[in-house]
């Protein structure tokens, strides 16, 4: 990695994940999902965000040709909703997709209307923020082969929850390019 990795890629706001499971609890229960489920079509308005407790969540764009582009995973404590679309009302761009099978919060959006709930949703959006910053500094300046040593290094537990063809999606490369930087750390 460079210098420049300032800001944690993910996995780092397990306290406000707790923080929001309480502010939860007595409101809302936990639900398994099995592999595959499409918790939201894309195209469709958000009616809700997904707590995780366990499992991976993909958010994957399928074109009309049927290519999928991985916009993010999702993995424990991480509140999985597409801010932008949230934000601004608008129809999804991904779908929201269970990856591995999972045990999740569903939260009304429309909680987050609620004053009591406003605080909350601030400190959802910064999160967000600090986490697109870092994922666009981790993709940005650094090579292909810099990001796989950095998932090596630092999240080997994501590298154990998805394939190698997701690996490649989520680092912004073919799995061919994946196999070759995989062959040059002699892990093939």
Not at 14 to 23: D, S
Not at 43 to 69: D, F, N, P, T
């Amino acid at each position: 990695m460079t210098d420049t990795q300032l800001l944690p890629l993910g996995d780092s706001y397990h306290h406000l994940a707790n923080e929001f499971r309480n502010k939860l609890a007595g409101i809302i229960a936990l639900k398994r999902y099995a592999k595959e489920h499409v918790l939201l079509q894309q195209g469709e308005q958000q009616q809700a965000g997904y707590l995780i407790v366990s499992g991976v969540l993909g958010a994957l764009h399928v074109s009309e040709q049927g290519a999928q582009k991985c916009k993010e995973f999702y993995f424990q404590d991480e509140f999985a909703l597409l801010y932008g679309n949230w934000l601004t009302e608008t129809n999804a761009f991904y779908q929201l997709k269970v990856m591995r099978d999972a045990e999740l919060i569903k939260v009304p959006l429309t909680l987050f209307d609620n004053p009591d709930w406003q605080a909350m949703k601030h400190k959802l959006i910064t999160q967000q923020l600090l986490f697109k910053e870092a994922k666009e500094a981790f993709l940005l300046l650094n090579t292909p082969e810099q990001r796989y040593k950095y998932l090596l290094d630092n999240k080997p537990h994501w590298l154990a929850q998805l394939s190698l063809n997701e690996v490649a999606m989520y680092l912004g490369i073919s799995a061919i390019s994946l196999s070759r930087i995989r062959g040059r750390l002699n892990l093939s």
